[in-house]
């Protein structure tokens, strides 16, 4: 039971980064996909 | 006077990045100006043990009157003391044999009143080229500036650069190039004819200058280089020998990245074995040993692959030749309508799209910008290298050509090439579409050859091979997870039915063919299975079956994840104690519709053009997007590449079959 209980919080996990990579990626005027090493500008958005 | 902020200028070709890294080492990041989308590279240097400075590594630029986004970066941060980034002292590095170019922008930024260190960067190639430069006399005319001689190849005079930051003192105002025009100009950077009278006016004076400053002879090492130049731009040779340099890369990526590779195989498979025999079993731990473990292995064994193609990338760059390059190909370009500026990006384009589309910003012309913006997508780049490699080693057959010639790398030039022409030809067909006629040239300095700078190719692997793992990887362990639960799980009580009409071996020893089967129909009753059947219709004529279709939908995130899926599918579907590899596993599927091999040389072909044309990218997306400030050619792009990809992975197909 506790296997999957884990095993849902895991998956929902991994929908959600996806889910918020592809908003992000879409509807932001900036990158995020960190391909040309952008992490200054994630550090920022970290930060605002 | 104590420094905490420095800037770097020069310009382009000047080894202001080498110098950067030198300063910096692996204290560094990347990021953007506000507002606009230009790269903002900062950097730490510690001087002493209490004194720490951060250094800004400019855009290069020619001159501080702006012609693109980057080089109006420079000045909007020059002009203004209360920014952010608003630099204490500036480092000016210049390309000693080249003095007269850059001492253009050297005068501008001295005019503006900031402190400035004069670096004579490339100091070895200067003198082998005969040229000598009086330093004392240079620094006498600005009034006693500090100015210092570097190697960045060799990394001689950077300790007399951090001497001099750590102690820095101000030379005299003297401003010999400062006139009435230069504050006219500067006060109103709008007007480029007064912008290009004064130019000329700097010109005049710095060539007057440079008779009392330096010395020229002719050397040996100039009629080298011109020697050179004339096999390597020469109009037929130019374009066989560039074809060769490509046709070696790819035989020696295949040759070379073949050991570490397996290696990577042999060492990924042991940790999901281990971490099955190891731990108490239960969906945890198929989860990771069935689903996470493969996919990253899945992209982790390309790393020697992407380490290998960025090595000849720098090395071409650092060599001067992917200069000449630029060159032979703007004439090859020219008559599909593509700017001579257009270039670079396509060429960039084979390591990254992304970084190839913020480039074509250099572009002035709107429509040409977009063209280049348009096709650039069609060049291969690396995210497509797992691809190709992993199809390649499925379907062509490791046979040498004429005994030397591998024909597997032939293949990947095949692709890359494909890739190339089709840029092209989509180009000319935007040209007659948007009705450009807009006539553009492109003017380039052509730098030296010289040796490549090893910490300089050491960098660059390391980054972006440590981008590819990091951050594909990310993308990868999460698709990976999401994969292995639809594939792991079905709809109601599907997969039991499946199961239990598999029938029960009659002989013990086919216990392994009943497991076989047993996987395959829980998988194929899986959510990812119902899902996959869905779409197999669609992509059916194209020789591909369902679980290549969940490949291509997981894909469009990057290019890449269709091997990570592919290693995940097969993973949950694998018996654990069946010690084949993926392409094993892959080179054995059975269509059960016709019984015959899912992946021949016709569907495979069929799938390695797919991907030539394709727009899986997300990122690349974003970046069109971001650029035309418009989705409606994110959008065009999409439909005109998934098009290209389908129709001509079905005339692939036909073809082959």
Request: glycine share 6%; aromatic share 14%; with cysteine.
């Given at each position: 039971m506790l296997q999957t209980v884990l095993i849902v919080i895991i998956f929902a996990s991994a929908c959600y980064y996806m889910g918020r990579l592809a908003y992000r990626n879409l509807t932001?005027?900036?990158?995020?996909?960190?391909s040309c090493g952008d992490t200054a500008l994630r550090e920022d958005i970290k930060k605002t | 006077m104590k420094i905490s902020k420095v800037a770097l200028v020069g310009n382009p070709n000047s080894g202001k990045t080498s110098v950067f890294n030198l300063l910096t080492g692996l204290n560094q990041h990347v990021g953007n100006y506000p507002g606009v989308t230009v790269d903002k590279k900062v950097g730490h240097m510690t001087l002493a043990t209490d004194h720490k400075v951060s250094i800004t590594d400019l855009p290069g630029t020619y001159?501080?009157?702006?012609?693109?986004d980057d080089e109006q970066v420079v000045i909007d941060l020059l002009n203004n003391?209360?920014?952010?980034?608003?630099?204490?002292?500036i480092i000016v590095v210049v390309d000693s044999a080249n003095l007269e170019h850059n001492l253009l922008l050297f005068t501008q930024i001295y005019d503006l009143r900031i402190p400035v260190i004069l670096a004579l960067n490339m100091s070895d190639v200067a003198q082998r080229r005969g040229v000598e430069i009086d330093k004392l006399k240079l620094s006498e005319m600005f009034g006693g500036i500090n100015v210092i001689q570097l190697n960045s190849r060799k990394g001689t005079g950077f300790d007399d650069l951090k001497k001099l930051l750590l102690d820095f003192k101000t030379s005299d105002?003297?401003?010999?190039?400062?006139?009435e025009n230069s504050e006219a100009v500067l006060s109103n950077l709008d007007d480029p004819s007064a912008q290009i009278l004064e130019t000329e006016q700097r010109f005049k004076k710095i060539r007057k200058y440079l008779n009392f400053i330096e010395k020229k002879s002719y050397t040996a090492s100039k009629s080298l280089s011109r020697k050179v130049d004339k096999v390597l731009i020469h109009p037929i040779a130019g374009y066989i020998i560039f074809l060769g340099i490509l046709f070696s890369i790819f035989q020696t990526i295949y040759s070379v990245a073949e050991v570490p590779m397996e290696l990577i195989d042999s060492v990924f498979f042991s940790s999901s074995h281990w971490l099955k025999e190891h731990l108490p079993s239960g969906v945890l731990t198929n989860l990771l040993a069935e689903g996470i473990i493969p996919g990253l292995g899945g992209v982790v064994i390309f790393v020697p692959q992407i380490a290998l193609l960025f090595l000849f990338i720098v090395v071409l760059e650092e060599t001067g030749y992917m200069s000449r390059v630029v060159f032979i190909m703007d004439k090859l370009m020219r008559p599909f309508g593509?700017?001579?500026?257009?270039v670079v990006p396509l060429i960039s384009g084979v390591a990254c799209a992304i970084p190839a589309i913020m480039a074509?910003?250099?572009?002035?012309h709107w429509k040409d910008r977009l063209i280049t913006i348009m096709v650039t997508p069609l060049m291969s780049c690396s995210a497509r290298l797992p691809v190709y490699t992993l199809l390649i080693a499925l379907v062509i057959p490791d046979v040498l050509i004429l005994e030397i010639f591998n024909l597997k790398g032939i293949v990947l030039l095949g692709l890359y090439v494909l890739g190339l022409v089709s840029a092209l030809l989509v180009a000319g067909v935007f040209k007659f579409l948007l009705k450009t006629d807009e006539k553009s040239y492109l003017v380039m300095e052509m730098p030296g050859y010289k040796l490549p700078y090893f910490k300089n190719i050491l960098y660059t692997i390391l980054e972006k091979s440590s981008i590819f793992v990091w951050q594909a990887g990310k993308i990868i362990m999460a698709i990976s997870i999401i994969l292995w639960v639809l594939a792991s799980y079905g709809p109601g009580n599907k997969m039991e039915e499946a199961v239990s009409r598999v029938e029960l071996p009659?002989?013990?020893?086919d216990q392994d063919d009943y497991e076989s089967e047993v996987n395959s129909a829980r998988l194929s009753n899986s959510w990812i299975g119902h899902l996959g059947h869905v779409i197999e219709p669609g992509i059916a004529p194209l020789g591909y079956d369902w679980k290549i279709g969940i490949s291509l939908i997981t894909s469009?995130?990057?290019?890449?994840?269709f091997v990570g899926s592919m290693a995940t599918i097969y993973s949950v579907e694998q018996?654990?104690?069946?010690?084949?590899s993926l392409i094993e596993r892959m080179r054995s599927e059975?269509?059960?519709?016709?019984?015959?091999?899912?992946?021949?040389l016709a569907s495979g072909i069929s799938l390695m053009v797919f991907y030539v044309f394709a727009m899986q990218c997300m990122s690349t997306l974003a970046i069109v997007y971001r650029e035309t400030k418009s989705w409606k050619w994110p959008f065009i792009q999409t439909v005109y590449m998934t098009t290209l990809a389908y129709l001509s992975a079905l005339l692939a197909y036909n073809i082959f079959n």
């Open positions: 932001s005027k900036d990158c995020h996909c960190g | 001159s501080i009157y702006p012609r693109s003391p209360d920014h952010p980034d608003y630099p204490e002292v105002s003297f401003y010999p190039f400062y006139s593509l700017n001579g500026k257009s074509t910003r250099t572009i002035h009659n002989n013990p020893t469009f995130a990057a290019r890449e994840i018996d654990f104690n069946d010690g084949s059975i269509n059960p519709a016709t019984g015959l091999p899912v992946y021949t």
